[in-house]
Every structure is written in C-alpha cells, then in structure tokens.
C-alpha cells in the first residue's frame, strides 16, 4: 500500500491524497460502504462498484457465515463476491465490544458463544489475523478491546493497554505468516483509550517506541455516545500526533455533518451503515436536507427524488413513487433509496476533495452542514 498527499487545505487540517493499493487507486477523502458479510444489503455489485473504489469487511461475520473454508477455497472474498476493487477488513473487536455481557475477556483473548447456534468460540489477536489473511482484505485491522461508554479512567486504560498488546501479537503474527493470495494486506492498529486525551495519547507514543512498521492508523471508539464535541476534541488531538504521510480511518462515524467535521480535523478514511440503513427505513440524505419518504407529505410530489443527484435513480423515479413502493413494502424501494444514499455520500466525499484541492474546504463546509442537517419531513 502507498499513500500520496495531494492537498492541504490552508484554513483547515482537511487533506486530499491518494491511496493504493494491488486492487486501485482510491481517492481520500474516502466514505467506504459496509459490506460485513460480503454484501451490502439491498445493493447489487454492479451497483455498489459505481459508488466507491474500496468497501468494508467484518472478520466476525465473515467467520461464521459463508465461513473460512468457503472463502479459503474460493480464492479470498475478492474471488468470492467478484470484487475487482479494494476491501478494508475488520478485526472483530467491535462486536466483542458489543456482546460484552457474554464474553469473557482476558489478555489471551475473547472467548464467546455464536449467536447463530449458541456454540463456543475463542478469537485470539492470532486468530483474528489468521481469518483476515483468509479474507483477503487490502487492508486489514488489528484485534482490539473497545471499552463500553462511559467508563471510567482505570477501566479504559486496561483497555488501552490489552489493545496495545493484541497489536502487538497481532503485527508479529502477519510478519511471521506470509499473504496466501496474490496481493499484499496492509496493517492497520486500532487506538483506544476512550474519552481520555492521555490515554490515547499514550496509545500512539507506545507505537512509537515499539518502531514497528505502520502503514496507516485506525481510530476506535468514539461515537458511542459522548457529546460530538469530546469526539472533535480526541480527533483534533490525534491527528496532531499521528503521522502526516500516513492515511486516518475513523472507524464508524457516518452522519454527512459529522463527516466534514472529521475532514476538517484531518481523517482520510470513514465507514458506516448509516447511507443503507437508513436508506432501508425510508430515510434519503438530499442536497435538499434529510427526508421520510414515508410521510404522507411526499404521496402526491411526483418532482424526482433528488434534481441535484447524480444517480441514475435521481432523476429516473419520483418521490411519490419511492414513497408507493415503501408503503407497498417492496424491496425495490429499499434498493433505489440505498443507492441514493450512497451516491449522495460518493458526491460529498467528492465535493469536499474538490474544495480542499481549492483551498476553501472551510467556507465551503459551513455554508454546507445547515443544508445536511436540514430535515424536510
């Protein structure tokens, strides 16, 4: 993997660069859609390739279903699901975080039951990385221990500290254990630390002193409750620390505001389920503002769904059509409504380079984040 700055923008830390991998060239900043089980729900690849150069992997689901074997035998998820592009996988730690009241955490690892059939599992930082070399991913994410919000000091830095050390047998373990496809998997570690300034940033000096060789950083655990502005304040922190030619992935953060507001603080690279979630409820991000298209007030608007859109379902269906297919409970709906959203988010990413190119990502910014938070319901 290489990572090429372009741009800085001068009122701003926002930055546009270019990052490579042995599947593409992805421009940053980036917006990556979820697809943890090899798919993104309701979206069929031909549609999802025109939406972005690199999509998202979960090592957890993709374990269970299809499973390694299948993955193994099929050549990696890129064979897999005729993925021509870049994947980013994650390790897992997440849904640890997630399913803590019935996991049993030590220093080893995690062990728990699949809530698929209620049988015992164990994930060690090892095994994490052994299901991710099976995966395939271009990039892939160190196994760690997200603590539960809110928390307090002591309880977050045994977090901090058993993420460094997962890292740790994390890194060693790839170095030890070649790519089984043709193509290199970059290394990402994970910084946590919670809400507490000194704690991630004695997460990053920890990786310094280690001289381990780090091609770009993950950053874990916000955005799981505390106020936006502790976000922006732990961000604003960690960039200031973390290397200026390496790529930044703030893991989950999705809201369009709450997306500038990262590019501001100088992230590359954002995922989450919002653009297709939502899209699935009814709920499309316009340049407009946010809309229900389930409410009545769109049953007689036969305008298109969006006339500054730039996908081809813009134009193509009104909202009072979109509207008759929810109420319908069609599945078609769900597709053009995730499309939307994820163009939307491809054109925002996009819009926001341009601007950085520019030189006036902040102007452009403020005049921006009313419109997006703007809901027409």
Request: charged share 20%; hydrophobic share 35%.
């Given at each position: 993997?290489?990572?090429?700055?372009?741009?800085?923008?001068?009122?701003?830390?926002?930055?546009?660069?270019?990052?490579?991998?042995?599947?593409?060239?992805?421009?940053?900043?980036?917006?990556?859609?979820?697809?943890?089980?090899?798919?993104?729900?309701?979206?069929?690849?031909?549609?999802?390739?025109?939406?972005?150069?690199?999509?998202?992997?979960?090592?957890?689901?993709?374990?269970?279903?299809?499973?390694?074997?299948?993955?193994?035998?099929?050549?990696?998820?890129?064979?897999?699901?005729?993925?021509?592009?870049?994947?980013?996988?994650?390790?897992?730690?997440?849904?640890?975080?997630?399913?803590?009241k019935i996991n049993q955490i030590t220093d080893e690892g995690v062990k728990f039951k699949s809530v698929i059939d209620g049988s015992t599992h164990f994930f060690s930082p090892e095994k994490s990385m052994e299901i991710q070399r099976f995966i395939g991913g271009d990039i892939i994410m160190s196994f760690d221990d997200c603590p539960t919000f809110p928390c307090d000091f002591n309880t977050a830095k045994i977090s901090m500290e058993r993420t460094f050390l997962w890292m740790n047998k994390c890194y060693f373990f790839l170095k030890k254990n070649p790519e089984f496809y043709n193509h290199k998997q970059s290394f990402f570690p994970v910084i946590q630390g919670s809400v507490y300034p000194e704690l991630r940033e004695n997460f990053i000096n920890k990786i310094y002193n280690s001289e381990m060789e780090i091609e770009g950083y993950a950053i874990g655990g916000l955005s799981l409750g505390e106020k936006k502005e502790k976000t922006y304040k732990i961000i604003n922190l960690l960039t200031n620390k973390l290397p200026y030619k390496k790529p930044r992935y703030l893991m989950g953060v999705g809201e369009p505001s709450d997306i500038l507001e990262h590019i501001s603080l100088g992230i590359d690279m954002f995922d989450c389920v919002i653009p297709t979630r939502n899209g699935r409820h009814g709920m499309l991000f316009t340049w407009n503002g946010i809309i229900n298209i389930k409410n009545k007030k769109w049953k007689y608007d036969y305008s298109c769904i969006d006339k500054l859109g730039n996908s081809h379902v813009d134009k193509f269906y009104s909202k009072s059509y979109l509207r008759h297919l929810f109420i319908s409970k069609d599945s078609i709906g769900k597709e053009i409504a995730s499309i939307h959203n994820l163009f939307f988010y491809k054109n925002l990413l996009e819009k926001a380079r341009f601007h950085i190119m520019n030189n006036n990502f902040s102007t452009w910014k403020n005049k921006m984040i009313p419109f997006l938070k703007n809901r027409l319901q």
């Open positions: 993997m290489k990572f090429f700055l372009k741009k800085t923008d001068k009122s701003s830390k926002a930055r546009a660069g270019l990052l490579k991998t042995d599947h593409g060239e992805i421009e940053t900043p980036v917006f990556m859609p979820v697809a943890t089980k090899g798919f993104v729900k309701s979206i069929l690849n031909k549609e999802l390739n025109k939406t972005s150069n690199i999509i998202l992997g979960n090592a957890y689901h993709l374990y269970f279903n299809p499973g390694i074997k299948i993955l193994y035998e099929s050549g990696g998820l890129h064979s897999f699901m005729n993925w021509k592009k870049s994947i980013l996988t994650d390790s897992g730690g997440y849904q640890v975080f997630s399913m803590k």
